[in-house]
């Protein structure tokens, strides 16, 4: 379950909380952004089943993302990709000089999924979170042109709090197909079990979920005390991103945790003026710094 989260896997629409954030981008970034987008979707989606699945389900899943892997080695040398997706990605990947390691962490992060949905501690799970979703982030500042070296820090915290709010929200939609991604000591120290998830909301339950959330705040608040001034500008869609993100978090956290009765959303007039809010703050900083280092004698 990496960090793709979208209604359309087959257009970027307004129904994703990517959306708004890419508004703000000029359209060659833009361009290549959404190119990542769709390639990162597609390998998500070769391993997209249910843990009840056959053996040999599994077994066409491994072959269709080795087929990905060498799909993505088609896009860094010279040959030409096979697919949609790696035909949009390769030019940018020339233009933008985007790395390659990422790519490869995220195909191990989604493989990790034909494997175990199960993570003892936190520890296993934060390295899951930097697989599928962090990488995203360290590829993207690539496209935005950022230049501080704390800049990956800064992706590397913001995509693990965009990864535990997917998995505090999908809950009962992983449970749907056999999977927890909440640590396993964690659910010990709140006395919950599967069983206890399936039947929803419980006090144990709450305060289990209560944990998660404030893991996940933290890593907002990283991310927060990370971000370069002078990349503050060129992190705008970032910053967009996350705030839709910790909007959610907020909203389960208004709702006392009750991710069970229907999926948590922002709605989509509330996504855009988030965006618009992030960007206007973000540019009337931009002002301020600008006309305080021009007083600077």
Known sequence: ???????????????????????????????????????????DDAVDLEMTQSEADTT???????????ELA???????????????LKPHIERF??????????????????????????????????????????????????RSPFT???????????????????????LKRDRVYLPTDDMRRFGCTDDDLRNGLSESVRALLAFECERARFFYSKAAAMLPVEDTNRLVAAEIMGAIYLSILKRIEQREYDVFSKVVKVPRVHRAKIAASVWSRTMLRSLVRSASLNRTP
């Open 152 to 174: 990956r820090d800064y992706a590397v915290a913001l995509g693990v709090a965009l990864q535990l709010t997917n998995i505090i929200r999908d809950v009962p939609i992983d």
């Open 97 to 146: 000089g985007l790395p390659r390691q990422p790519f490869d962490d995220l195909l191990d992060g989604v493989g990790m999924d034909l494997r175990s949905c199960r993570y003892q501690t936190f520890d296993n799970l934060y390295q899951y979170c930097l697989r599928v979703a962090s990488t995203v982030g360290l590829i993207c500042i690539e496209i935005f042109g950022c």
């Open 60 to 70: 066409q899943c491994v072959i269709e993302l080795d087929g990905w892997r060498r």
């Open 1 to 43: 379950m990496a960090c793709i989260d979208v209604e359309d896997p087959k257009a970027m629409s307004r129904d994703t909380n990517f959306y708004y954030s890419f508004l703000v981008l000029p359209p060659s970034k833009r361009r290549a952004v959404i190119a990542v987008w769709d390639f990162c979707r597609a390998v």
């Open 74 to 88: 088609r896009c860094f040398d010279n040959r030409a990709p096979q697919t949609v997706q790696g035909v949009q």
